[in-house]
C-alpha cells in the first residue's frame, strides 16, 4: 500500500487543534481511497522557543527534506514578537525549501453568505498566486544608530530575474488550466519606479509565451475595490510576496471567513516537499475554547492531496465539506452557527463517509 510521510507541525494557537482534525480527517479519507498517511508531529513553535531560545532545531529545515509534504498549523504568540515567530518557523521552512510558489483557491462556499451582495458573492472563484521567495519578504535589511535620535530601520525588497521569472510563469501554467484562461498581474510600479517596474518587464517577457491567455495588469489599490466590486471579473491573480498576503486574506473575508482559508507552499520542482497551511493564524483570543473552524485546514489537506497526486481523495474531502456547509446545520461561530471544533471535525467526516458508503 502506497504510503505518505507527513509531517505535522501544528505550530502556535489553535494550529493543534485544527491540525489534529486535519490529521484524523487525512487518516479517514486515507483509508477509503486505499493509501496511508504516516504522520511524525513536531513541537516547534512558541512553546519550543519558551524552552530552547528558537523556534525550531538549526537542522529543523533538513528534518523536513525527508517527508513527502508538511502539515503546517499556524505561527504567532501575543508575548514573543512576531519578527521572531514568523521567521524563525514558517518562513524559514519556506525558503529554506525553496517554496516559492504560494496558492490560496478563493470561492463561496454552498450555503455561506460572505459580506457581499449574494448576486457577488456567487461569482467569487479565484486563485491569488503570490511569489513566496524574495520581494518584500526577502528579509533583507536591517537598523543602525539603536537609541539614537538618527536610528533608523529599514527593509529592501529584492527582486530577481530568476524569482520573478518562475513565478510568473508558474502562474501562467496555472492560469491556461482553468477553463477562463485569465490572468491578473498585480503590481503598484507607478510608485515604485525600481522593484515593481522591474517585476512587470519580466511579466511580461514571460506572458508573451502564453497568446492564449486572457491577461490584465491592476495596480494593488485598484485590485481591493474589484475585488468587492467586480469579483466576478476575475480568475487568476499573479501578486508579490507583500500584495498577494494582503489581497488573499480579504479574498477570505468576502468568501465567508479567515477560517476557511487554504494554501499550498509549493516546490514546483518537487526537489523538495511542499508545505500545506490553513490561513487563519494563531487566533490566540480563541485558543482552547474548543471553537476553531477546521475547514481551513481541511481544504488544506485536500490540497496537499491534489498535490500528492491523490486526486480523488482530494475531491472526496472538497465533497465532504461543501456539503456539510450546504447543509448548514453544523456551522463554526466564525461562520454564524455555535458549533465546535469537534462537532465540525465529527459532520465532516460523517458527509465523508456517507459520500462513500456503498450504494
Not at 531560545?53 to 517527508?67: I, L, N, W, Y
Not at 504560494?102 to 491569488?128: C, F, H, Q, S, Y
Not at 530601520?153 to 501562467?172: H, N, P, Y
Request: proline share 6%; aromatic share 6%.
Amino acid at each position: 500500500m502506497r504510503t505518505y510521510k507527513i509531517a505535522a507541525v501544528p505550530g502556535d494557537g489553535i494550529g493543534s487543534e485544527v491540525i489534529g482534525a486535519g490529521c484524523e480527517l487525512l487518516e479517514k479519507v486515507a483509508g477509503a481511497h486505499g493509501f496511508k498517511v504516516d504522520f511524525e508531529h513536531f513541537d516547534w513553535g512558541s512553546d519550543y522557543y519558551r524552552k530552547n531560545g528558537v523556534m525550531m532545531p538549526a537542522d529543523g529545515v533538513e528534518r523536513m527534506r525527508d517527508f513527502d509534504a508538511i502539515y503546517f498549523g499556524a505561527v504567532g504568540d501575543p508575548k514573543i514578537p512576531d519578527a521572531v515567530t514568523l521567521w524563525g518557523l514558517r518562513l524559514a521552512i519556506c525558503q529554506g525549501l525553496d517554496q516559492y510558489a504560494n496558492v490560496r483557491p478563493t470561492r463561496l462556499l454552498p450555503g455561506l453568505k460572505g459580506p457581499l451582495r449574494p448576486e457577488l458573492g456567487a461569482e467569487i472563484d479565484w486563485v491569488i498566486v503570490r511569489e513566496n521567495s524574495e520581494g518584500e519578504y526577502a528579509g533583507v535589511g536591517g537598523r543602525a544608530h539603536a537609541g539614537l535620535p538618527i536610528e533608523v530601520g529599514m527593509d529592501v525588497s529584492v527582486f530577481t530575474r530568476a524569482g520573478v521569472e518562475r513565478i510568473c510563469r508558474f502562474a501562467c501554467e496555472l492560469a491556461r488550466s482553468r477553463p477562463r484562461k485569465k490572468l491578473t498581474i498585480v503590481t503598484k510600479s507607478n510608485a515604485q519606479r525600481h522593484g515593481m517596474v522591474f517585476w512587470d518587464d519580466n511579466c511580461r517577457r514571460v506572458v508573451a509565451d502564453y497568446p492564449d491567455l486572457d491577461v490584465d495588469w491592476m495596480l494593488v489599490d485598484a485590485m481591493t475595490t474589484r475585488m468587492v466590486l467586480k469579483p466576478g471579473s476575475i480568475d487568476t491573480v499573479l501578486a508579490t510576496n507583500l500584495h498577494a498576503d494582503i489581497l488573499s486574506d480579504l479574498a477570505s473575508a468576502v468568501a465567508g471567513s479567515l477560517g476557511i482559508g487554504a494554501t499550498a507552499n509549493l516546490d514546483p520542482t518537487r526537489a523538495g516537499p511542499s508545505m500545506f497551511e490553513p490561513i487563519h493564524g494563531s487566533a490566540f483570543d480563541i485558543t482552547g475554547k474548543g471553537i476553531a473552524n477546521p475547514i481551513g485546514s481541511f481544504w488544506t489537506a485536500a490540497m496537499m492531496l491534489e498535490h500528492l497526486g491523490e486526486p480523488a481523495a482530494a475531491a472526496s474531502i472538497m465533497a465532504a465539506i461543501e456539503n456539510t456547509t450546504r447543509e448548514g446545520k453544523v456551522m463554526p461561530p466564525d461562520l454564524g452557527g455555535s458549533a465546535g471544533t469537534r462537532t465540525v471535525t465529527k459532520a465532516v467526516i460523517d458527509a465523508l463517509q456517507t459520500a462513500l458508503a456503498p450504494a
